[in-house]
């Protein structure tokens, strides 16, 4: 696609459930991020993959949350036993590469809702 | 530790000049970036500076000043649609080369 698309645009679960988060980034990006940004926040940093690799996971908040990245492509981003406070939006972003002045695109997010 | 401070809100009329500074504060620095955000919608990308010195984008420019810590997106001729919020956001050049963003300057533009 044109764009990065993230799946599903909303999610409703009960806590303690598990819940998996989809992005798929433009075509030829080899840079891959996911932030969290809560309502009227700033965008919260969680991950970055440079090709499938991970450089660095120390923003994931917790260890009930986990990413990976297959092919260069598509990410999955899971949270193992939801909480209410993992209530958010989850952004996706993709830029050509990780230079710092590459522009980051992003998806429209996953608004994920936890009861 | 890494963090970014700027305005919470600012208010302007419609033709106006508007400043939107930012402060931060990283381990390492790899360049100073500026989205836009409407609400509901997605972050968007406006400018990006590595270097000392102001960057022209049509009605936006943003400045850098590395000795300062500091940088600003400049908004000329105000309009109606520009009313959103503003993010800086910096690349921490240490580690995973994570970006950090501002907690967002939300601009209002008056008529």
């Known amino acids: 696609g044109a764009g990065v698309s993230q799946s599903p645009s909303n999610k409703v679960t009960e806590k303690g459930k598990d819940v998996e988060l989809r992005c798929d980034p433009i075509?030829?990006?080899?840079?891959l991020y996911w932030y969290r940004q809560s309502l009227g926040q700033g965008l919260e940093f969680l991950i970055y993959?440079?090709?499938?690799?991970?450089?660095?996971k120390s923003g994931l908040p917790s260890d009930r949350f986990s990413a990976e990245r297959t092919g260069g492509s598509v990410s999955t981003l899971t949270i193992q036993r939801t909480q209410q406070e993992d209530s958010a939006v989850y952004l996706c972003?993709?830029?050509?590469?990780?230079?710092?002045?590459?522009?980051?695109?992003f998806g429209d997010g996953t608004r994920l809702s936890i009861l | 530790g890494q963090s970014l401070e700027q305005p919470s809100e600012v208010t302007a009329v419609e033709g106006a000049i508007v400043q939107i500074n930012c402060t931060y504060q990283t381990s390492g620095f790899y360049g100073l970036s500026w989205y836009q955000q409407h609400d509901g919608g997605a972050p968007t990308f406006l400018s990006y500076?590595?270097?000392?010195g102001l960057e022209e984008t049509g009605r936006f420019s943003s400045f850098l000043s590395r000795s300062d810590s500091y940088g600003y997106l400049l908004l000329q001729e105000l309009q109606m649609k520009d009313s959103a919020s503003y993010f800086c956001?910096?690349?921490?050049?240490?580690?995973?080369?994570?970006?950090?963003f501002g907690a967002g300057t939300r601009l209002f533009v008056k008529a």
């Open positions: 972003a993709s830029s050509l590469d990780g230079a710092g002045g590459q522009p980051q695109h």
């Open positions: 956001a910096v690349r921490d050049s240490t580690g995973g080369f994570k970006t950090i």
């Open positions: 993959f440079q090709g499938n690799s991970a450089p660095d």
């Open positions: 500076n590595a270097l000392d």
């Open positions: 075509s030829g990006h080899t840079a």
